[in-house]
């Protein structure tokens, strides 16, 4: 059996993917790559489970994509090996669960096209984000090119892809990369936490909807993105899930999902 890369934890409907992999600053192989989107795939078989916390162990979130591993590669495997990375990545975007990325440290290149496909960045002080691939000759292959500037702009996005410039957590919560920062003194897994734990208490089918609608939006004209808000919006009257979270506001009660 191949090495565990990933620790995983659950409890009380939240697991922690904490990339385990600190000697290489947690860099992104093939085997790293095939062990989260299996990870997300069993999280989501698991059914308790419904927001993931992805984090690093040690001084990195995930340092990009293995460069050692990388430099020998011809075209071809090139294109597969990014072709893993955005199967993995999409699959984490896609899920049902909600996924949080809680950046410890730095998130360079294919670590922050990770942090880029969950829905949420929460970053510490010490985190360092960017995409420095065309200082090795290359471009962002694991969605950075095309999420980035999704997220937040193209303006902003071009100027991180052309410039491989590395940034501050602060300047990456001013830009919108980071939702939430966490300063000194706080802890970024227990902030994190925090959120997962209020998504918790809302609907959970509403959630999971609201995420797809969301995502769904992005792909296609406002007009049918309406249209699917419509229909996705009228389908929830159809689950107990609204009676209840109507019918509680109305008697001045918290809802029982
Ligand atoms: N790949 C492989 N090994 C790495 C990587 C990496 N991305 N990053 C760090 N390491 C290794 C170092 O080689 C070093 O190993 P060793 O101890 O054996 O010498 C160890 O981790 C510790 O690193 P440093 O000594 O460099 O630590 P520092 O604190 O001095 O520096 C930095 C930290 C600034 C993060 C520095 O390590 C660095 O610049 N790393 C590379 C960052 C980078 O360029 N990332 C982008 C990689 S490319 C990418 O992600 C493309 C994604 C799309 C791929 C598409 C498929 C084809």
């Known amino acids: 059996m191949s090495e565990m890369l ?11 993917l904490e990339i385990n992999r600190p000697s290489a600053l947690n860099a992104l192989n093939e085997e790293l790559l095939v062990q989260i989107r299996e990870e997300f795939r069993k999280l989501e078989q698991d059914g308790t489970i419904r927001v993931a ?21 011809d075209a071809a495997p090139a ?7 955005q199967d993995a990545f999409d699959t984490i975007q896609n899920s049902g669960i909600v996924s ?9 290149g294919g670590g922050l096209e990770l942090a880029l496909a969950c829905d949420v ?27 980035l500037a999704r ?21 990456a919560y001013r830009i919108g990369l980071l939702n939430r920062l966490v300063r000194e003194g706080e802890d970024l897994l227990e902030s994190s936490k ?15 909807t609201a995420k797809r609608i969301v995502l769904e939006g992005l792909e296609v004209p406002l007009s049918k993105g309406l249209e699917l808000e419509r229909k996705a919006f ?23 999902f």
């Open 121 to 147: 960045r929460i970053g510490s002080e010490k985190a360092k984000l960017g995409l420095p691939e065309v200082s090795l000759g290359l471009i962002p292959g694991f969605g950075g090119t095309q999420r």
């Open 6 to 16: 990933i620790n995983v934890s659950k409890d009380a409907g939240i697991a922690i």
């Open 151 to 171: 997220l937040i702009g193209y303006g902003r996005a071009i100027e991180l892809v052309l410039s491989g410039d590395m940034i501050s957590a602060e300047e």
């Open 234 to 256: 009228g389908s929830l009257f159809a689950e107990k899930e609204s009676k209840e979270g109507m019918g509680a506001f109305l008697e001045k009660r918290p809802p029982n």
């Open 53 to 73: 916390i992805v984090t690093g162990q040690g001084k990195a979130f995930v340092a990009g994509a293995d460069i050692a591993k990388m430099r020998d590669l």
């Open 79 to 85: 294109e597969s090996f990014s072709g893993v990375g």
């Open 194 to 208: 925090q959120l997962a734990k209020s998504i918790l208490k809302k609907g959970p089918i509403a959630v999971r």
């Open 100 to 108: 949080i990325a809680a950046i410890n440290g730095f998130a360079l």
